[in-house]
């Protein structure tokens, strides 16, 4: 398995203000990727980061909002900008390590826009 | 699109068997996922299947029909402590990430 550590756990932040939320892998990842999980529903792909390039957003998600970066293939962060309160949510990181089909995810962060 | 119901609560008695079904239509197939999810916690797996048939795990079973766009996961001899959400997950064939079902809330009673 993968050990997947998020900063900061929680969060709370006032609206206009921006959050960079952090992931560090404890070993080389194929593939990472940012879920947000809203209150009482299931996980939704924000995007995919890319290691050395943009990432790949899903529809409905954009890097003036979401902006992402992945140095290297252990540590990512999201960055939730300008934020508004439809914005409180559950945030988590995902990874998929060399051919293992399994996701791992991380143990999510937690905002909540005041 | 891509479109993955699953009942959104069941309610089982301490000790029974629970099915909790999936169905998905998806542009593309490349795995089905099942995740168990406490609340407050994150996601955990539970079993992943690409082919036809059933995958076995301990207590925990999942079957999957690609030709019917179908899932299951069966949960026998449950425990109060597998009260939880079940998440049903699609595999797309464009990349590795996931497309997540709504969820099936899942209460164990003693």
């Known amino acids: 398995s993968a050990v997947i550590s998020q900063k900061p756990s929680r969060d709370i932040c006032q609206r206009g203000t921006s959050l960079t939320i952090q992931c560090q892998v404890d070993?080389?990842?194929?593939?990472m990727f940012w879920y947000r999980q809203q209150p009482g529903q299931s996980l939704t792909l924000i995007a995919t980061a890319n290691q050395g390039s943009e990432a790949t957003y899903e529809s409905g998600f954009v890097i003036d909002k979401f902006p992402i970066s992945r140095p290297n293939l252990t540590f990512s962060t999201l960055t939730v900008s300008n934020m508004s309160p439809e914005d409180s949510s559950i945030y988590l990181c995902?990874?998929?390590?060399?051919?293992?089909?399994?996701?791992?995810f991380g143990p999510g962060t937690r905002l909540t826009v005041t | 699109g891509q479109n993955i119901d699953q009942p959104t609560e069941m309610t089982a008695t301490e000790g029974a068997i629970v099915q909790i079904n999936c169905t998905y239509q998806?542009?593309?197939?490349?795995?089905l996922f099942w995740y168990q999810q406490h609340a407050g916690e994150a996601p955990t797996f539970l079993s992943y299947n690409v082919l036809d048939g059933l995958e076995e795990k301990g207590r925990f079973s999942s079957f999957l029909s690609r030709s019917k766009g179908y899932s299951y996961l069966l949960l026998k001899e449950l425990q109060m402590k597998d009260s939880a959400s079940y998440l049903c997950?699609?595999?797309?064939?464009?990349?590795?990430?996931?497309?997540f079902g709504k969820g099936t809330s899942l209460l164990v009673t003693p």
């Open positions: 995902s990874v998929v390590r060399g051919s293992d089909y399994e996701q791992y």
């Open positions: 998806t542009s593309g197939f490349n795995g």
């Open positions: 070993s080389q990842v194929t593939m």
């Open positions: 997950a699609v595999r797309l064939n464009s990349g590795y990430a996931l497309n």
